[in-house]
């Protein structure tokens, strides 16, 4: 199965995970020092060795100047859309206009509770995520006495600011034919991670422009960001994104070209594995994304 190639620029990034012990700000200075265009941090409070995503994304936006960056995704059980847009307005101004918010319906239900959060049914959770992306750009929006009323979440004559240096996209990391519908209609991205089926990828990338479409809505206007995990090495392929350089080539032009996804997100474990997708790979898949468009 294949979807269009919406001919957008391909771009490349990192997805940091934010262990304690780990040189973070040391890791953010070299993604962008080696070219890179995004540094995607996952957010799970929870987690004991991890410190929190919103306060390790405002010291990436102070020690870099070039480089976008985004919570890959934030959690919206245990962060209120409200505050979190002004978190986000509050990035985007100070870095120059560099944040993208990139946001899930939550995960780890058990884990979500133990601290504080609630439970929600899938139906549920979905629901909660609508009303919070129109509480977030009501919030982004500039104005005054802002006024929501949903289920989950409201607003009662809050007033907005400050207002986002740019157009802030809210990247949906969803699955399912429903969550996917939803974000057809009302998301300017879709972060998913590839978990070892293109199959599935590419039944949610159809189901997304089946939405958009359905919406009124161009499925070219929402980004496809994905993130890719797995191993470059110097023998045999061992499966997808676990080989040599040319089998990365290969695979991540054809994610491009012929599933429409424009933005990759690596992450490997190993002290070379940063290095070589920024000088090895990077570079080759954007030669081979441009010949590839330029035969067809």
Do not use: C
Request: hydrophobic share 45%.
């Amino acid at each position: 199965m294949t979807v269009p190639d919406y001919g957008r620029d391909v771009t490349f990034g990192y997805f940091l995970i934010p262990n304690a012990a780990d040189p973070l700000l040391d890791t953010a200075r070299e993604i962008e020092a080696r070219g890179l265009d995004w540094i995607g941090i996952q957010d799970h409070p929870y987690q004991r060795r991890f410190v929190d995503t919103w306060t390790l994304l405002g010291a990436v936006a102070a020690v870099t100047t070039r480089v976008g960056f985004f919570p890959d995704v934030a959690n919206l059980p245990l962060r209120p859309p409200a505050m979190m847009a002004k978190a986000a307005a509050t990035l985007d101004v100070l870095s120059g206009g560099r944040f993208e918010l990139g946001l899930g319906a939550g995960n780890f239900w058990d884990a979500i509770e133990a601290y504080g959060g609630p439970r929600r049914a899938p139906r549920d959770s979905l629901a909660a995520l609508e009303e919070a992306i129109k509480a977030i750009r009501l919030i982004w929006s500039g104005e005054r006495n802002l006024r929501f009323s949903g289920e989950h979440y409201r607003l009662a004559g809050a007033h907005s600011g400050p207002v986002p240096l740019h157009p802030i996209g809210i990247w949906l990391g969803v699955y399912g034919p429903r969550a996917l519908r939803l974000a057809g209609r009302l998301a300017d991205g879709w972060l998913p991670s590839l978990r070892g089926d293109i199959a599935a990828l590419a039944d949610g990338s159809v189901r997304l422009d089946d939405a958009a479409s359905a919406a009124g809505r161009e499925p070219a206007e929402i980004r496809r960001v994905v993130n890719v995990s797995g191993q470059i090495t110097d023998g045999p392929a061992l499966g997808l994104l676990r080989g040599p350089v040319d089998q990365w080539v290969d695979e991540l032009t054809d994610l491009a070209v012929g599933y429409g996804f424009d933005t990759f997100l690596f992450w490997g474990e190993g002290d070379d594995q940063l290095p070589r997708f920024a000088e090895e790979i990077v570079p080759a898949v954007r030669v081979q994304v441009a010949a590839e468009r330029e035969r067809a």
